[in-house]
T-cell receptor, first 114, second 112 residues
Framework: DTGVSQDPRHKITKRGQNVTFRCDPISEHNRLYWYRQTLGQGPEFLTYFQNEAQLEKSRLLSDRFSAERPKGSFSTLEIQRTEQGDSAMYLC????????????FGQGTRLTVV | KNQVEQSPQSLIILEGKNCTLQCNYTVSPFSNLRWYKQDTGRGPVSLTIMTFSENTKSNGRYTATLDADTKQSSLHITASQLSDSASYICVVSAMDDYKLSFGAGTTVTVRA
């Protein structure tokens, strides 16, 4: 499968614990996005990477959130001291360079904080 | 502020019938508009992408239209099937902006 891969698919964690999600984009896609989606809503932008550079971080991303893309390939999203409000689907997408290019999404990681 | 609004929020149709979903946006300057299908618990999958110069695009039983003057788009589903049950999300991007503006989606339920 050469699509965008996310791991894990599901994560249940206790409040206050740290969690880390991984995203493997389609190879040669230099753009990588993280979105968060709650039930009944469209995805909300969290952060964007172009190669290894994090070019923008949404105000939705509090100090407890950090994302990296160390070699311009896979990316990780870490949430520290999780709260119940962090429960959501976390989606990763990648796209090649150029305007009007297709954004391909992964299957998402469903986080439940109990 | 770039916004994308979709209607209706949800709809139920009988298998074999047609339906049309609406999307209004205020994104400017406009670059392109995409329709995605999202099955429950899965990531969105692209159906169509249209730029300013395109006013209609088809993908099988899905046909999208775009009126860049009125900033409106529609997605028409023909001869619906049970597998069309999903959320359909309108996504708009602006020129020189890598972020995508998402609508809240329309949930379509197809019943036998």
């Amino acid at each position: 499968d050469t699509g965008v891969s996310q791991d894990p698919r599901h994560k249940i964690t206790k409040r206050g614990q740290n969690v880390t999600f991984r995203c493997d984009p389609i190879s040669e896609h230099n753009r990588l996005y993280w979105y968060r989606q709650t039930l009944g809503q469209g995805p909300e932008f969290l952060t964007y990477f172009q190669n290894e550079a994090q070019l923008e971080k949404s105000r939705l991303l509090s100090d407890r959130f950090s994302a990296e893309r160390p070699k311009g390939s896979f990316s990780t999203l870490e949430i520290q001291r999780t709260e119940q409000g962090d429960s959501a689907m976390y989606l990763c997408a990648s796209s090649p360079p150029g305007a009007s290019t297709e954004a391909f999404f992964g299957q998402g990681t469903r986080l439940t904080v109990v | 502020k770039n916004q994308v609004e979709q209607s209706p929020q949800s709809l139920i149709i009988l298998e074999g019938k047609n339906c049309t979903l609406q999307c209004n946006y205020t994104v400017s300057p406009f670059s392109n508009l995409r329709w995605y299908k999202q099955d429950t618990g899965r990531g969105p999958v692209s159906l169509t992408i249209m730029t300013f110069s395109e006013n209609t695009k088809s993908n099988g039983r899905y046909t999208a239209t775009l009126d860049a003057d009125t900033k409106q788009s529609s997605l028409h589903i023909t001869a619906s099937q049970l597998s069309d049950s999903a959320s359909y999300i309108c996504v708009v991007s602006a020129m020189d902006d890598y972020k995508l503006s998402f609508g809240a989606g329309t949930t379509v339920t197809v019943r036998a």
